[in-house]
């Protein structure tokens, strides 16, 4: 459907034309003046120039015109030269009926032409806990997936699993000091291993930290690791076996954590996948002429001349010839262009990466990783900061593990679900999660990503203000209102929404006929935060109408199945813009 500004704007500029003047001066906008009107045109100021008139004579006939259009309940001039407009109720009820009458999409069409965007999100690393800091990326990245995906392109989220650095050498080498006589260790050995991995997923979380703390102190120790790693990278048997034990370990963890936060990826690939691309790759950064050796390592220069500050060569390879993370992430664009041929890539990424992602994606460009034409963007989000304005920690100091986090939340809703009412305690407990996942989300979300923003646990559950749990508590109510409406009558066939009968009740209407339009902008800037901001907006709406119409006492039966067609449209919006967002409401709450 077209955007209802569209529609208004075109009946203006046609009254443009029929004044005499330019279209263009005909482009109206949402009236930031919402107590005068709905939407304004301020094009007669711009257009007084060129027509060397007051601006007011311009607005002056303009509004005359569109006064006779049955669009607009009214349009007048007002000094200096605006044009200050409202659109007639039964025009705005007809949107809305053709907004309804398209059940999946609600007037927002699929785009045109469909693009292929890889998505890399997640980014955790292996047999390392999820911390706060995968939160974010998790978050954000799996609502620009839903976002994409709504509109109508092929959305491909990857994981890209850190599996390939030197925590891999550290957790051999402890593995090694623990169990010296296990067969992956054998150096000649030719057999088969065992399918089984030599250990769970709770001991090798303990092992990574504490081969991480014995490497920072024990040089001998750091060097072995650091061999392991190379021996790894450079294809010794029993060691790709325990790098694929430990991924199939901490890999159904993740999923399992994962999941809890409704965030899903197409594809599991890691760092580790990108491997058999990179001697290809760096054989013909070398043969191209681009590829040279500086102070021992293989680099590539990636600076430009608009640079304000300089920005240094990208590193392919180590003075060992080791990877390091630039050569896996460029690998991992050769495989990604060679498998799918993606029109953009998005990394959903800790902004502190700018500067390197800056280095990859020139480095990419400049030796024909990728097509001229290929998007490579960098969206970076800014820091969880805990109550003190300093990166979240726990009480104790440490790192923030995602599970503690998410577990102390799902308490935190309990405990305010069973304060308001007694609830089941099964019940009270999955509501509490559907919830609580609402408030952490919605928390980020609803921030610019590129910010920094305070977790803030108490604010961020409250039922009240813009939060999570308000947009589902005015969801929640209205499934209320319709059930007890069903229980007593049926939905007359010829329900529709009816024009409006009061202030409100228009706002709300008018709220609704944004939809598409906003939908459109969160894509084109990925930014959910519009989503957020939108529906905070028009949860606000559907309160103030709601106080102030007796929906379910109404007396005059179309007029209160026209209500309730409101209501289910408004309760649609909500649904698909918190799918959207990756989370859903309860029954109840
Ligand atoms: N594993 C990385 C980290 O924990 C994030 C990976 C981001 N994605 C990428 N393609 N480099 O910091």
């Given at each position: 459907?077209?955007?209802?500004?569209?529609?208004?704007?075109?009946e203006v500029?046609?009254?443009?034309k029929?004044?005499?003047?330019?279209?263009?001066?005909?482009?109206?906008?949402l009236?930031?003046?919402?107590?005068?009107?709905?939407?304004?045109?301020?094009?007669?100021?711009?257009a007084?120039?060129?027509?060397?008139?007051?601006?007011?004579?311009?607005s002056?006939?303009?509004?005359?015109?569109?006064?006779?259009?049955?669009?607009?309940?009214?349009a007048?001039?007002?000094?200096?030269?605006?044009?200050?407009?409202?659109?007639?109720?039964?025009?705005?009820?007809?949107?809305?009926?053709?907004?309804?009458?398209?059940?999946?999409?609600?007037?927002?069409?699929?785009?045109?032409?469909?693009?292929t965007?890889?998505?890399?999100?997640?980014?955790?690393?292996?047999?390392?806990?999820?911390?706060?800091?995968?939160?974010?990326?998790?978050?954000?990245?799996?609502?620009?997936?839903?976002?994409?995906?709504?509109?109508?392109?092929?959305?491909?989220?990857?994981?890209?699993?850190g599996?390939?650095?030197?925590?891999m050498?550290?957790?051999?080498?402890?593995?090694?000091?623990?169990?010296?006589?296990?067969?992956?260790?054998?150096?000649?050995?030719?057999?088969?291993?065992?399918?089984?991995?030599?250990?769970?997923?709770?001991?090798?979380?303990?092992?990574?930290?504490?081969?991480?703390?014995?490497?920072?102190?024990?040089?001998?120790?750091?060097?072995?690791a650091?061999?392991?790693?190379?021996?790894?990278?450079?294809?010794?048997?029993?060691?790709?076996?325990?790098?694929?034990?430990?991924?199939?370990?901490s890999?159904?963890?993740?999923?399992?954590?994962?999941?809890?936060?409704?965030v899903?990826?197409?594809l599991?690939?890691?760092?580790s996948?990108?491997?058999?691309?990179?001697?290809?790759?760096?054989?013909?950064?070398?043969?191209?002429?681009?590829?040279?050796?500086?102070?021992?390592?293989?680099?590539?220069?990636v600076?430009?001349?608009?640079?304000?500050?300089?920005?240094?060569?990208?590193?392919?390879l180590?003075?060992d010839?080791?990877?390091?993370?630039?050569?896996t992430?460029?690998?991992?664009?050769?495989?990604?262009?060679k498998?799918?041929?993606p029109?953009?890539?998005?990394?959903?990424?800790?902004?502190?990466?700018?500067?390197?992602?800056t280095?990859?994606?020139?480095?990419a460009?400049?030796?024909?990783?990728?097509?001229?034409?290929?998007?490579?963007?960098?969206?970076?989000?800014?820091?969880?900061?805990?109550?003190?304005?300093?990166?979240?920690?726990?009480?104790?100091?440490?790192?923030?593990?995602?599970?503690?986090?998410?577990?102390s939340?799902?308490?935190?809703?309990?405990?305010?679900i069973?304060?308001?009412?007694?609830?089941?305690?099964?019940?009270?407990?999955?509501?509490?999660?559907?919830?609580?996942?609402?408030?952490?989300?919605?928390?980020?979300?609803?921030?610019?990503?590129?910010?920094?923003?305070?977790?803030?646990?108490?604010?961020?559950?409250?039922?009240?203000?813009?939060?999570?749990?308000?947009?589902?508590y005015?969801?929640v109510?209205?499934?209320?209102?319709?059930?007890?409406?069903?229980?007593?009558t049926s939905l007359?066939?010829?329900?529709?929404?009816?024009?409006?009968?009061?202030?409100?009740?228009?706002?709300?209407?008018?709220?609704?006929?944004?939809?598409?339009?906003?939908?459109?902008?969160?894509?084109?800037?990925?930014?959910?935060?519009?989503?957020c901001?939108y529906?905070?907006?028009l949860?606000?709406?559907?309160?103030?109408f709601?106080h102030?119409?007796?929906?379910?006492?109404?007396?005059?039966?179309?007029?209160?199945a026209?209500?309730?067609?409101?209501?289910?449209?408004?309760?649609r919006?909500?649904?698909?813009?918190?799918?959207?967002?990756?989370?859903?409401?309860?029954?109840?709450?």
């Amino acid at each position: 459907m077209e955007k209802i500004l569209d529609v208004i704007s075109r009946e203006v500029k046609e009254a443009m034309k029929a004044g005499g003047y330019e279209e263009k001066y005909g482009k109206v906008t949402l009236s930031n003046r919402p107590d005068l009107c709905e939407y304004q045109c301020n094009g007669a100021m711009a257009a007084a120039k060129e027509y060397k008139c007051a601006p007011f004579m311009i607005s002056d006939k303009v509004a005359e015109i569109l006064q006779k259009n049955p669009m607009f309940e009214s349009a007048e001039s007002v000094k200096p030269g605006f044009l200050n407009l409202k659109l007639n109720s039964e025009y705005l009820a007809e949107y809305l009926r053709n907004m309804e009458a398209d059940k999946e999409r609600l007037g927002s069409d699929k785009c045109q032409n469909p693009r292929t965007i890889m998505i890399d999100y997640g980014g955790p690393n292996v047999a390392k806990p999820l911390h706060v800091g995968h939160l974010r990326s998790a978050i954000i990245g799996e609502s620009i997936k839903r976002i994409g995906r709504f509109v109508g392109h092929n959305m491909i989220g990857d994981v890209h699993l850190g599996d390939w650095g030197l925590q891999m050498g550290l957790i051999i080498t402890e593995l090694r000091e623990r169990k010296p006589d296990l067969v992956y260790f054998e150096e000649d050995y030719a057999g088969e291993y065992p399918e089984e991995p030599p250990f769970t997923i709770s001991e090798l979380e303990e092992i990574y930290p504490a081969a991480s703390g014995k490497s920072k102190e024990d040089e001998k120790y750091k060097e072995e690791a650091m061999a392991a790693t190379y021996e790894l990278q450079h294809g010794r048997r029993g060691y790709t076996a325990l790098l694929n034990h430990i991924l199939q370990v901490s890999v159904s963890d993740l999923k399992r954590n994962y999941e809890n936060l409704n965030v899903s990826f197409d594809l599991w690939k890691g760092e580790s996948d990108a491997q058999p691309y990179i001697p290809d790759m760096v054989q013909k950064m070398k043969e191209d002429g681009f590829a040279y050796i500086s102070e021992g390592a293989l680099v590539v220069d990636v600076k430009e001349e608009s640079d304000a500050k300089e920005i240094p060569p990208c590193m392919i390879l180590k003075s060992d010839g080791a990877s390091l993370y630039n050569t896996t992430d460029l690998a991992t664009i050769v495989w990604r262009m060679k498998d799918y041929n993606p029109d953009e890539i998005i990394y959903v990424v800790d902004k502190r990466q700018e500067l390197y992602f800056t280095q990859v994606f020139r480095c990419a460009k400049k030796t024909g990783l990728v097509k001229p034409e290929t998007e490579l963007k960098f969206l970076g989000f800014g820091t969880m900061n805990g109550k003190d304005g300093k990166p979240f920690k726990t009480r104790e100091g440490g790192v923030m593990r995602l599970e503690y986090l998410v577990s102390s939340i799902n308490e935190e809703m309990y405990k305010k679900i069973a304060d308001n009412h007694t609830v089941e305690e099964q019940e009270g407990q999955e509501t509490a999660k559907v919830v609580a996942l609402s408030a952490i989300k919605y928390g980020d979300l609803s921030n610019q990503a590129s910010k920094d923003y305070i977790f803030d646990i108490d604010r961020f559950t409250s039922f009240e203000g813009n939060t999570g749990p308000y947009i589902l508590y005015t969801i929640v109510r209205m499934k209320s209102i319709l059930k007890k409406y069903q229980d007593k009558t049926s939905l007359p066939e010829q329900a529709e929404i009816l024009p409006a009968h009061s202030e409100s009740e228009k706002s709300l209407m008018l709220e609704i006929s944004k939809f598409n339009s906003v939908i459109e902008s969160a894509y084109e800037e990925t930014a959910p935060h519009k989503l957020c901001a939108y529906i905070y907006d028009l949860a606000n709406a559907f309160n103030h109408f709601y106080h102030e119409t007796k929906i379910l006492a109404e007396p005059d039966e179309a007029v209160q199945a026209g209500y309730i067609k409101l209501l289910e449209l408004t309760k649609r919006v909500l649904e698909i813009c918190i799918d959207l967002l990756g989370f859903e409401a309860p029954e109840r709450m």
